[in-house]
């Protein structure tokens, strides 16, 4: 098996704990969202997942994909970090997060837009999205059953069915 064909296996690897992540924290913020401690050890979970799969994307000789999923993996361990000890005292670390995510995939959609890629930068904008919208639910308090739903629909639509495409050969447009 030669290095691009295990690449794609990889960003399946990469995308598979996130939709998982995603479809549990939108189920999270639709119950009553009493404790969040299990939530941050799935968090943390995914973000670990995720650096695996940095590492082997970089040694595969992918590092543009490697650099893509370092904001998120990034993201799960401030959230985690913060669901595990409280969000209270911990809003600046997760809005600070949150904002360096929004800038870094806006801008790598536009560049991947540029390329000619179109399903990559609108899964990348999408996120934007949804962490914009977490942004204003952790620092505002509003938009909660939104974001919620947001969130389910991105662990289906933006990273589900992508890491399927993916698994099975289907070509992205």
Do not use: C
């Amino acid at each position: 098996m030669s290095l691009e064909e295990v690449i794609p296996f990889l960003y399946v690897l990469a995308l598979y704990p996130p939709a998982g992540t995603f479809l549990a924290v939108g189920a999270w913020m639709l119950g009553p969202m009493d404790d969040t401690r299990e939530l941050g050890v799935v968090q943390i979970f995914t973000g670990i997942w995720q650096t695996i799969s940095i590492i082997l994307l970089f040694l595969a000789g992918d590092g543009f994909g490697a650099v893509t999923v370092l904001p998120l993996a990034f993201a799960w361990y401030g959230l985690g970090i913060t669901s595990i000890l409280g969000f209270t005292h911990f809003k600046p670390i997760v809005n600070s997060t949150f904002i360096v995510l929004i800038i870094f995939y806006v801008i790598e959609a536009a560049y991947l837009f540029m390329k000619g890629q179109l399903l990559l930068p609108l899964m990348l904008l999408s996120y934007s999205i949804v962490v914009t919208m977490a942004t204003l639910w952790v620092y505002k308090g509003i938009l909660r059953k939104a974001t919620a739903y947001v969130f389910l629909f991105e662990g289906i639509v933006t990273i589900f069915i992508p890491a399927v495409m993916l698994m099975y050969g289907i070509p992205w447009p």
